[in-house]
């Protein structure tokens, strides 16, 4: 029988040897082994990853065996949100202590699990820097998850928490911001670094399926039994983004190639800017509003999407429905925000080509509706082209002032992040036109449009708390107020902000 200064000296010699002790039925694939061996052996460790890769898998999983290994350890655990640390990285955390092989002692809670007094794993959120100060366990290992979003000041915060000897800085995330510290940490000499793509998996090695398969067509051809991971990112999967998004889209560089993507000075809403937008907690506005974009037939979505105040979901997304059908549902989604007001709910149509039927309709069942009109023209001063490139760069500008709040949705990051924007000849700016789109392989962004006609026709309402009518109908003072210039006082003045 090993003894445990032995059991000690292998694990900490040979974590892999530790982890297939523990969990013998579900085996690292070499890149993970490779992540948990630098784990142990350097103190300070960066990953980038793509998306379903295993990352939190692999960090859940490191917990433990250090806090097998290293018995009196601290173990912190931070990420972007409370979510990611409760619902994501401890999910994984008890699931692993629940399937190992061996008895692993104590109780894993939400954020906590404690083995002695001092020899603890737990998980701390990212609001206050004051929470990282006054540990004194030896040794500290912190560990990142969703590095990517952690604030600049707890990052910093953790380095006062891995000044003694053997102390540890594990960084793990989808490279999405092109800044900041988990960006410098790739550049850094400190660092041990990994960059895993989805075409470092073994689904793709297995078969010799290259990004080139992919854009190809062939790589199908190329599997010849079943995927030896299914819980990774499939072939399939891959090129069924590369088609819907195309193959230079940030998104795909991001959470497919596992790399930073380059902030291109065409790019009007960057993967940055998503970030922010979904951790952004904007204080109310007092604004409800209902976007329709509209689709008839063919491979483009009829979206729905809600703001309130401040907050965007994704209501319903269709293919092929007739627009008394799309109606009918913009005024259930719009019954649903009206519960309890007085002040009506707008609801905002893509008023051009079908969508016309569709607002005909809204306003012959009485809704307060607002026909967006993509080209017509923006009267800000002539920066913009279009009221579309007015709308979509308030957008951007909501995002990055922290007033809009997005869903984690795969499909409207891409749309958003996708479309470019130009000088036009006469200096106005001037938004990528969906035909360009096409040209480049892109289909309609209508996600990302319903978002802006939501957004639009909650700035172009009244507010839902004030029986007032506090917005003007002048259409050039109304797309001043869109573009965040003016605002108005209750008694209908203009005030320059």
């Known amino acids: ?18 982890y297939d002790k523990l969990w013998p039925k579900t085996p690292l694939w070499s890149q993970q082994q490779d992540i948990l061996r630098a784990i142990f052996r350097d103190d300070y460790i960066t990953v980038r990853a793509s998306n379903g890769v295993g990352k939190s898998f692999v960090a859940a999983r490191a917990v433990i065996c250090l806090m097998m290994a290293y018995p009196g350890c601290e173990i912190v655990t931070t990420a972007t949100t409370w979510d990611q640390i409760e619902l994501v990285l401890w999910k994984e955390i008890k699931i692993a202590h629940a399937s190992a092989s061996i008895p692993l002692g104590g109780t894993p809670l939400n954020t906590k699990w404690e083995l002695a007094p001092g020899w603890m794993a737990y998980g701390l959120s990212t609001n206050t820097q004051a929470r990282f100060i006054g540990h004194h366990s030896l040794p500290i290992f912190v560990i990142e998850d969703e590095a990517s979003g952690v604030p600049l000041m707890i990052d ?15 960084k793990i995330g989808n490279p999405i911001d092109p800044s900041g510290h988990f960006y410098d940490s790739f550049s850094s000499q ?3 670094k990994f960059s895993i793509s989805a075409f ?20 199908a051809e190329k599997i010849t039994g079943p995927l030896p991971f299914p819980q990774l990112p499939s072939p399939k999967w891959v090129s069924d983004r590369y088609i819907e998004y195309d193959f230079d889209n940030p998104w795909v560089e991001c959470f497919i190639r596992g790399n930073f993507p380059t902030t291109a000075i065409d790019t009007l809403i960057s993967l940055a800017d998503c970030q922010k937008g979904y951790l952004n907690e904007p204080e109310p506005d007092g604004r409800k509003a209902i976007g329709v974009d509209v689709a008839r037939f063919g ?7 809600g703001y309130d105040q401040g907050r965007i979901e994704i209501l319903d997304t269709v293919k092929g429905q ?4 799309t109606a009918e549902k913009a005024i259930k989604y719009r019954d649903q925000y009206q519960s309890g007001l007085s002040v009506p709910v707008t609801i905002g149509v893509d008023d051009i080509g079908v969508g016309g039927g569709v607002a005909d309709r809204l306003t012959q069942l009485g809704a307060k509706v607002v026909p967006f009109r993509a080209t017509e023209k923006s009267n800000k001063w002539g920066k913009f082209n279009s009221l579309t490139a007015s709308a979509w760069w308030a957008v951007r500008d909501a995002l990055r002032n922290g007033k809009l709040k997005i869903p ?29 789109m096409v040209k ?20 172009w309402g009244k507010k839902i708390n004030d029986d007032k009518k506090i917005i003007s109908k002048d259409k050039e003072l109304i797309q001043k107020v869109l573009s965040g210039d003016f605002t108005f006082d209750g008694n209908n003045r203009k005030r320059k902000l």
Request: glycine fraction near 6%; charged fraction near 30%.
């Open 156 to 170: 910093e915060a953790t380095r006062s928490l891995i000044t003694s000897e053997g102390c540890k800085l594990i």
């Open 322 to 325: 007739d627009t008394m059908k």
């Open 408 to 436: 984690r949705d795969e499909t409207l990051t891409a749309q958003l992040v996708g479309r470019k924007y130009k000088p036009a000849v006469d200096g106005q700016i001037e938004l990528e036109r969906k035909d360009e």
């Open 440 to 459: 480049r392989g892109l289909k309609s962004p209508d996600r990302a449009d319903a978002l802006m006609i939501a957004f639009t026709a909650a700035q």
């Open 299 to 305: 491979l483009d979505e009829t979206v729905i999407v």
């Open 190 to 192: 400190l660092f041990t």
């Open 1 to 18: 029988m090993i003894s445990k200064e032995e059991f000690l000296s292998k694990a900490r010699a040979d974590p892999v040897w530790l």
């Open 200 to 219: 470092d998996t073994p689904n793709f090695t297995t078969f010799g399926i290259t990004e080139q398969d992919i854009m190809d067509g062939t790589w």
